[in-house]
């Protein structure tokens, strides 16, 4: 049964590919469940994916295999109290997704300790609450290259982003959106306007919000993709 399970995996991935689980120790002690996806390449860049509230690591799946197809590595996460991450997320009449930010630090000092990432070249994709973790963990952490947003926001539930986004400074950022999706529009022609480093946007086509643009826009993953390999390789 292992064995199909393998084979099976192994003819979803593209050419090169592969993927494994592992578990991440956050600095508070939450325990975050994780997809490393092998890139082609003996000494790669790296890219954690971040994912929305209530979703999960698999959402990145296209995406992270392939990165890792184009040798560039791929860490999926999920967030604390989602998935298969242990912890809460901070629900209530007052949500705090602050505890949060811990998470993205863990799968840095995940990638940190690994021989086979080249520790100068690596990025962060986030979507809608993913995006905002992503801007903000990137903010306090010098070693982060370049980042791709889906569907930020100014402020989602608390947690603003524009003095982190002035903060990570003339670094690469790509900002995504899509037309039927106002405030994240909104968002990210005011993130733009806020100066900084390079900013480059994507407007697509009623294709919703966050990681559901990966199933609604077919050449989204693709543009990611590019986007990495030439801030990151």
Same mark, same amino acid.
């Given at each position: 049964m292992r064995l199909r399970a393998l084979l099976l995996l192994l003819l979803v991935l593209p050419a090169g590919a592969a993927s494994q689980r592992v578990s991440i120790r956050t600095d508070d002690g939450v325990t975050i469940a994780a997809t490393w996806y092998e890139p082609?390449?003996?000494?790669? !860049?790296?890219?954690? +994916?971040?994912?929305?509230?209530?979703?999960?690591?698999?959402?990145?799946? !296209?995406?992270?295999? +392939?990165l890792a197809s184009e040798g560039i590595g791929a860490l999926a996460i999920d967030l604390r109290g989602h998935g298969e991450s242990s912890g809460t997320t901070g629900e209530g009449a007052q949500p705090d997704y602050s505890a949060m930010v811990r998470d993205v630090a863990a799968a840095r000092r995940y990638l940190a300790a690994r021989s086979d990432v080249q520790q100068a070249h690596v990025g962060i994709a986030g979507a809608s609450?993913?995006?905002?973790?992503a801007v903000l963990e990137a903010a306090g952490d010098p070693s982060i290259a370049s980042l791709a947003l889906l569907s930020p926001s100014l402020d989602y539930r608390g947690l603003r982003i524009e003095p982190a986004a002035r903060k990570y400074g003339n670094r690469p950022a790509l900002l995504v959106s899509s037309d039927d999706d106002p405030y994240a529009t909104r968002s990210v022609k005011d993130l733009k306007e806020a100066g900084g480093g390079p900013r480059e946007t994507l407007l697509v086509s009623r294709a919703g919000h966050g990681t559901t643009m990966l199933g609604r826009a077919p050449d989204l993953s693709r543009a990611l993709v590019d986007w990495f390999r030439r801030t990151l390789l």
């Open positions: 082609s390449a003996r000494m790669a !860049p790296a890219v954690i +994916l971040v994912h929305m509230l209530h979703r999960s690591r698999r959402d990145w799946e !296209p995406v992270a295999s +392939l609450l993913g995006a905002n973790l």
